[in-house]
């Protein structure tokens, strides 16, 4: 981003902005790029549009990692999520100039958005190891078993991601999923990309395991259909899609192998975000067994 | 050496009044479908007729909605906690009160063991209305908010399989939330159904809090996409959860579904043997295998497999296959002709495939619906047998060799409902109960059931939990 002259004149060195998947970050194997205005339509940089192969690779990755993530114990999970917002609070400034670039904020509303994002970061930090304990339970059955409840991720989740909110909305729908076990493809603002980008650059020096975020830049009308119809995705977060037919037609799709579908609804970003976003991508197990002696 | 047989012990049928036919139960009362042809119930283990039964159209699916939505709005919604509480304990005794009819009738309906539906469904279903009548004036300490408010109507539509057992996992949540409902029974099995609905113009429950709608597809479909209903729930096949799942796309209604599962049942050399072969017949021929979570993929280390396999078979070879209403029974009917023609196919399919089938001698009755208990050995993970729901007493046999082989052969599969484990050593019940992605995963033993425990599939099993506090968050907005 660019930031204000001092007094001596320098060419700033301009980043390309690639995808993140599976801890790397490729470029769109398509070879496309599409641009990224800022609010008043001044060019920003050219963002990678991520493909449906894309799509496939990052829910490969999403697979691949889950085993490993949500073996984690609760523990460390919470320990990687905090240290996402420690390292975000490290790039305060970038983010900042980011959000208030791509949303048309003033750079005192977007540091708010940005704090907003690592608070939501480490709020989510802290529910790790107390999920099981407000969601799971103790089952007084009527016979001689010890019987217990408890939650587990369900897999794979794509995420396509709010288109307003670029970062704060983003942080929502991705810290909710991950802090479970789940791991994530999101899908990010198509005309404010540019924070998802960062983000997944601090997803990569936080000890986040390569692969338990990914994030692609691009079109979610254009991608999430792959997303919603693949077979090895178990839910799908539909809140980017703005039009009533389109979801409709996504979340038909996502019942071809049963996923577990949140529809898009009225959010605010700002508000406390409660569980049902964490309980949205649980399972719940339960276990017997008998008890003597 | 000759065996003790047993002399028949058939449970009375008087205590049973069957009426030739039936209505719908729609606004509190039994109405003439308006546009549906009347279909007969037949008694699976004899094809007797047994009544004949209305088929609801959607003109009498749409007359049920607008009552359960009159109800929902002028009676149940705005009652107190407290008093839904008590039509739910006195639903609750009158099905205890009447629970040698309902066992009879069930067993009549659907072919189960009358030791079955005697001493588990029926007694089940009087605990599931008392556990949830305990929740309806305690909503707000559910762990959904401070504020859990009922969706509405509940469209709800449940399998043959458990017939009064569903129905209540249905609408006892249901009731206690503060929805009203619209329940429509399986085809084969309804008169239970109907039953329930006599218990609640006894309870003096208000019209159109309950209804019952009979029919198939067509009333199940017409119910499900009727727009006046806020809330779905489905047990059943896949794949008609599927297609629900589709139907509902688009829409605000909320949705939750119990699909089909193919369990493994896991079984580690050390486990102690006479228990593990008990739990695996119970797992697999219990309810003739017309279980959701039946432990039809039975996976044995192969280190005791020639023991564990001798014993089965010879446990087997002690099951007795008959009348349902006989006390001795341990295999009932198959539910319908359609049923017993896909196990048959499906079990076709297995020894064409290679697999090697196994039946213990038994006299099948001549006339209804029977399939002897049978096992497949020398099954492999690609075998169709291994892979689709049979939904019948219908065993297939794989064998592994390390814990880890068995976890990755018992999730091999689309499904995640349930699944069995068998050893003496807690800690590697814990290390399994851990990778198994099932919803409910039975420790030397299986298919448990309380109204207490939360139950439910992982993956294509479907979504959402019965039972439970979490059963009860399914009805509950928040």
Known sequence: MPTKDTATPRLEVRKTYKLYIGGAFPRSESGRSYVVNDAKGKFLANAS???????????????????????????????????????????????????????????????????????????????????????????????????????????????????????LGLTSVIAPAIVSGNTVVAVSSYERPLPAVTLGEVMATSDVPGGVVNILTGSASEIGPWLASHQDVNAI????????????????????????????????????????????????????????V | MGRF??????????????????????????VDATDGKPFKTVSPASEEVLAEVSEAGPADVDK???????????????????????????????????????????????????????????????????????????????????????????????????????????????????????????????????????????????????????????????????WGVDKVAFTGSTEVGRAIAKSVAGTDKAVTLELGGKAANIVFEDAPIDQTIEGIVNGIFFNQGHVCCAGSRLLVQESVYDEVLARLKRRMGTLRVGDPLDKNTDIGAINSSAQLAKIRELSQIGEDEGAERWSPECELPSEGYWFPPTVFTGVS?????????????????????????????????????????????????????NQLRAGVVWANTFNRFDPTSPFGGYKESGYGREGGRHGLEAYLAH
Request: charged share 25%.
């Open chain 1, 237 to 292: 977060d539909l809140c980017g899609i703005t039009s009533e037919d389109e979801a409709r037609d996504l979340e038909i799709a996502a019942a071809g192998n049963l996923k577990r579908v949140r529809r898009p609804a009225e959010e605010d970003w700002t508000a406390d975000q409660g569980l049902s976003r964490l309980t949205q991508y649980l399972e719940l197990k339960t276990v017997w067994h008998p008890i003597g």
């Open chain 2, 381 to 433: 993970q690609a075998h169709r047998i291994a892979r689709e729901e049979i939904f019948g007493p219908v065993l297939s046999v794989l064998t592994f060799r390390t814990p880890a082989e068995a976890v990755e052969k018992a999730n091999n599969t689309p499904f995640g409902l349930s699944a069995g484990i068998w050893t003496d050593k807690g800690s590697r019940i814990l290390w399994m109960a």
């Open chain 2, 5 to 30: 047989e047993y002399a028949p012990a058939p449970e009375s049928r008087a205590i049973v009044d069957i009426k030739s036919s039936y209505g719908l139960f729609v606004n509190g009362q039994f």
């Open chain 2, 64 to 226: 049920a909605v607008r009552a359960a939505r009159k109800a929902y709005d002028k009676v149940w919604g705005p009652m107190s906690g407290k008093d839904r509480a008590k039509y739910l304990f006195r639903i609750a005794r009158l099905v205890q009160e009447r629970a040698r009819e309902l066992a009879v009738l069930e067993s009549l309906d659907n072919g189960k063991p009358i030791r079955e539906s005697r001493d588990v469904d029926i007694p089940l279903v009087a605990a599931h209305f008392f556990y949830y009548a305990g929740w309806a004036d305690k909503l707000e300490y559910a762990g959904v908010g401070d504020d859990p408010r009922p969706w509405g109507v509940a469209g709800q539509v449940i399998p043959w399989n458990f017939p009064m057992l569903m129905l209540a996992w249905k609408i006892a949540p249901a009731l206690a939330a503060g929805n009203t409902v619209v329940l429509k029974p399986a085809e084969t099995t309804p008169l239970t159904a109907l039953a329930f609905a006599e218990i609640c113009q006894q309870a003096d429950l208000p019209p159109g809090v309950v209804n019952i709608v009979t029919g198939a597809g067509r009333t199940g479909q017409a119910l499900v996409e009727h």
């Open chain 1, 49 to 167: 549009q991520a493909s449906r192969k894309d799509a496939r690779d990052a829910v490969v990755a999403a697979r691949k990692a889950f085993g490993g993530w949500h073996a984690r114990t609760a523990y460390n999970r919470g320990q990687v999520l905090y240290r996402i917002a420690e390292v975000m609070e490290g790039r305060h400034q970038q983010f900042s100039a980011e959000v208030a670039a791509g949303e048309g904020l003033s750079i005192s509303k977007a540091r708010a958005v940005v704090d907003a994002s690592i608070d939501r970061w480490v709020w989510y930090a802290g529910w790790a190891d107390k999920l099981a304990q407000v969601v799971g339970s103790s089952n007084p059955v009527a016979g001689p078993y010890f019987d217990f409840s408890l939650p587990e991720a369900t897999g794979v989740v794509a995420v396509l991601a709010p288109q307003d909110s670029s970062l």
